[in-house]
């Protein structure tokens, strides 16, 4: 039976997984039973998928990225080159912990960074940038730029990738798309319409 994805032949999918048309997964990946892979993924070298993620579509993993199980991105998502999620806040190597897994949730648009660190049960706001080595220790806000260790806000982001810069009267404006943000009161970002 012919798939609607692509896989290395060097790539190893176990039974029971959805993987969506369009999607590429490439050399000495292991997708595992019960994920859910979207459409028009792509999936580097050595990425292992854990059972029962779930990635949405056009979700881009570079190589050397373990997602582990409690792991959900939405969609358009970007996982930098040998980033890392955790499941267990406190792991011991002799005791099992498998039904202590927490949920990690990455928001539509969401970037993270090479070799950042997400530490587990924290959500990743809607186009939030999570620069390269960060490590994330607690929830990140819509469109908000975060670095360091541990993680800490320095800025805001455009949809589009750009840092934002405020004026006096709490607007930025991205220089690529020429959306308009808004900087509210309760220090939150939203989009403002055209």
């Not at 292991?30 to 859910?36: E, L, R």
């Not at 070799?115 to 806000?141: H, L, W």
């Not at 260790?149 to 840092?163: C, D, F, K, T, V």
Request: net charge negative; aromatic share 8%.
């Amino acid at each position: 039976m012919e798939t609607e994805y692509f896989a290395h032949e060097s790539a190893i999918i176990d039974e029971g997984c959805r993987i969506g048309k369009g999607t590429r997964i490439w050399h000495f990946s292991h997708i595992m039973k019960g994920c859910v892979i979207g459409e028009n993924c792509n999936l580097g070298q050595n990425v292992v998928i854990s059972p029962d993620v779930i990635l949405g579509r056009n979700v881009k993993v570079q190589n050397n990225v373990s997602i582990y199980t409690g792991v959900i991105c939405e969609d358009d998502v970007f996982l930098g080159p040998s980033m890392v999620f955790t499941n267990v806040i406190n792991p011991r190597s002799h005791i099992l912990r498998r039904d202590q897994y927490q949920t990690t949730v990455v928001k539509h648009g969401a970037s993270i960074g090479a070799n950042a660190t997400i530490v587990c049960g924290n959500e990743i706001g809607e186009f939030s940038f999570i620069g390269a080595g960060t490590v994330v220790t607690k929830d990140v806000p819509a469109y908000a730029l975060i670095v360091g260790n541990p993680g800490r806000h320095i800025g805001w982001m455009s949809e589009y990738g750009h840092r934002l810069h405020f004026d006096v009267d709490g607007v930025a404006i991205c220089p690529e798309s020429l959306e308009k943000y808004q900087l509210s009161i309760d220090g939150k970002v939203v989009k403002l319409e055209k």
